[in-house]
């Protein structure tokens, strides 16, 4: 089955950078769709970034466009989000998501064209 585990979440000030981490099993980031979604107490659950199985292009949230970067290394079955200029809102539970999809089917911001989630980390951003 596939496995996520997310890490690199923690406290920052407002402008600084972090780098969250989500690490896959059996070849999962070459094989799925992969994407991070966030939550913040009392909201829903939100598209972060995107990377496709098929070319790797991505797609962004506008609140974080020109900030955050997603990437994968297939070698070590690990996607990453560069976080840089973060700012209090940026606080939430950062989610790591995998899923299986054809192009025609698969809505890159949809929660629902994803199957697998990781447990979450925590990235707090003081003013």
């Known amino acids: 089955q596939v496995q996520l585990v997310e890490s690199g979440g923690g406290l920052v000030q407002a402008g600084g950078s972090l780098r969250l981490s989500c690490a896959a099993s059996?070849?999962?980031?070459?094989?799925?769709?992969m994407g991070w979604f966030r939550q913040a107490p009392g909201k829903e659950r939100e598209f972060v970034a995107a990377?496709?199985?098929?070319?790797?292009?991505?797609d962004y949230a506008n609140s974080v466009k020109n900030r955050f970067t997603i990437s994968r290394d297939n070698a070590k079955d690990t996607v990453y989000l560069q976080m840089n200029s973060l700012k209090p809102e940026d606080t939430a539970v950062y989610y790591c998501?995998?899923?299986?999809?054809?192009?025609?089917?698969?809505?890159?911001?949809?929660?629902?064209?994803?199957?697998?989630w990781g447990q979450g980390t925590q990235v707090t951003v003081s003013s």
């Open positions: 998501a995998a899923g299986f999809r054809p192009p025609t089917l698969y809505s890159y911001s949809t929660r629902d064209s994803y199957d697998y």
């Open positions: 990377i496709r199985r098929s070319g790797g292009s991505t």
């Open positions: 059996g070849r999962t980031v070459t094989n799925y769709n």
